[in-house]
């Protein structure tokens, strides 16, 4: 059974920092495509970020750039989300998602190619 589990949100002051974890279970992290995507109050949920667990490239929205960081450990079958220089604008509820297929996404963060979802987990963004 596929399984992920988000973890690590938190209140913190802008300019700080946080790393959200993604715990998975029912596959190996040796071909899926993992994601973070965000939902801010009565906004869109949007991608944030993606990494393919097989050759390790990695992409980011251009709001993340520079500031956010995904990276995965095989041995625990968990996937970060480190996030430096956080702002009000980055709060939100934070979501992994998984794409199963061999191929990987087409679109690398496009909401309909994952497959399964975390339940998510809150950071706030605020002084």
């Known amino acids: 059974q596929v399984q992920l589990v988000e973890s690590g949100g938190d209140l913190v002051q802008p300019g700080g920092s946080l790393r959200l974890s993604c715990a998975t279970s029912?596959?190996?992290?040796?071909?899926?495509?993992i994601a973070w995507f965000r939902q801010a109050p009565g906004k869109e949920r949007e991608g944030i970020s993606c990494?393919?667990?097989?050759?390790?490239?990695?992409y980011y929205a251009e709001s993340v750039k520079g500031r956010f960081t995904i990276s995965r450990d095989n041995a625990k079958n968990t996937v970060y989300l480190s996030m430096n220089s956080l702002k009000p604008e980055d709060t939100g509820v934070y979501y992994c998602?998984?794409?199963?297929?061999?191929?990987?996404?087409?679109?690398?963060?496009?909401?309909?190619?994952?497959?399964?979802w975390g339940q998510g987990t809150q950071v706030t963004v605020s002084s």
């Open positions: 998602a998984v794409d199963l297929s061999w191929a990987g996404p087409n679109t690398p963060l496009g909401i309909s190619e994952y497959d399964y």
């Open positions: 029912g596959f190996t992290l040796d071909y899926p495509t």
């Open positions: 990494i393919s667990t097989s050759d390790g490239r990695t």
